[in-house]
């Protein structure tokens, strides 16, 4: 039997996007981070999986299900005594037997359409594994943008009673389809706030919204309006964050927000260009 | 019809601009500037408003008038700017056919405008101190 790639044999192509991770050292959920157009990058990662693969979901932890930033989008939860972002793959796999899975975390945010074309291009449906191996990180390999055969399941179970519960030590120990990029930068993840700094002001484009002040809020502000990035922030994030700044004695309870001269949700989403105003107490009448 | 005028309200005006030969019944009210308010000697205050989204509002809380109730017309408007002890600060008429109705609808679109409307009070008092009432850090939503 041969061992060659064949096209016709090759497993039905899903994608996966990893965003059950706690976002520790970001301290906000990565999930939710807006690199372009307000979009949280979870939704993006998921949208840019769509055009290559047949159906795509999302790997969340439990406590995610209702989150408004993964709403509308399939979700498949762990469902392996493992940690990290194992579980999520494994999950997805024994979940779709028969199905390969296009694996994407969703804090990389140059990952772009043409890197998954290539990986895609590269795809070796006879090896467990096709992955990046990153130049930019003494040829490590990467296997949160990989795409992974239905055999992995068992493979990787196998290489797990050894101990083995890190996906790059995994993937070193199976028989893989190693890609080299042209450009690598998309392989970088970024896991501080520093990093989402970087990428913000290199993908935005400067990306804004207005925030208006009324009362006693331009009163303590000492300003009318400003601008701000739009990154992704929740509308209770960024009240937080001004209430800090300006030292609003006011909590979030007792404050509602409009958006373009309407009244509008906590849960409401922003777009660049929107005017944001956060109402104090009213005392008309 | 709602308004929003940094002018003193002419309720004369306001009132004849409602008169209707169906209407049995014409029901008016007008908040005034009080000199005391918990406890306090209030001296003056001014009105600030969020003019686009207060408009906004204001407009549906008179039409939701007309439609919840069997009135023939409805009129609110809110001063803005400084006021002094004794001024008008809002006034509101309905008109109806029967009396009913017309209170009903009156005491709605008054309370609806405490309510929701973007409107903010700056209370000055005599012993010199300043405050934007029902923000001193409490945490009511929307004190009246």
Known sequence: MSTEPNESVAAPLYGLVLAGG????????????????????????ADLL???????????????ESDPTLAGLDKISDHFDVGGPLNGILSALAAHPGKAFLV???????????????LVAGRD?????TVFENPLRDNFLEPLCAIYEPEYLERARAVMTQG????????????V?????????????????????????LLSGGATVTVEYFAIFRAQAKRSSEEIPLDGASLADLYERMRVRYGFALTRESVHVAINDAYASWDAVLRPGDRLVFIPPVSGG | MFRLTDKPIDAATLRAELENDAAGA?????????NHNDGRSVLRLEYEAYLALANNEGEEIVRAAREKFDILGATCVHRTGGLAIGDMAVWVGVAAAHRGEAFDACRY?????????????????????????????????HAG
């Open chain 1, 22 to 45: 706690r976002s520790r050292r970001m301290g906000r959920d990565k999930a939710a981070l807006a690199y372009q157009d307000g979009v949280p990058h979870a939704r993006r990662t």
């Open chain 1, 50 to 64: 769509a055009a290559v693969c047949e159906r795509v979901f999302v790997s969340c932890r439990a406590d995610q």
């Open chain 1, 104 to 118: 994407a975390a969703c804090d990389l945010p140059f990952l772009s359409a043409e890197a998954l074309a290539t």
């Open chain 1, 125 to 129: 449906a006879a090896k467990t594994l």
């Open chain 1, 164 to 175: 083995l519960t890190c996906p790059t030590k995994i993937a070193n120990a199976l028989d």
């Open chain 1, 177 to 201: 389809e190693r890609l080299r990029p042209d450009n690598a930068l998309f392989l970088d993840n970024a896991n501080h706030p520093e990093d989402f700094e970087k990428a913000f002001a």
């Open chain 2, 26 to 34: 014409s029901v008016t009210f007008e908040g005034i500037v009080r």
């Open chain 2, 109 to 141: 679109i008054i309370d609806t405008v405490k309510h929701r409307v973007p409107i903010w009070k700056r209370e000055f008092y005599t012993d010199g101190s300043v405050e934007w009432v029902g923000c001193a850090g409490c945490d009511s939503p």
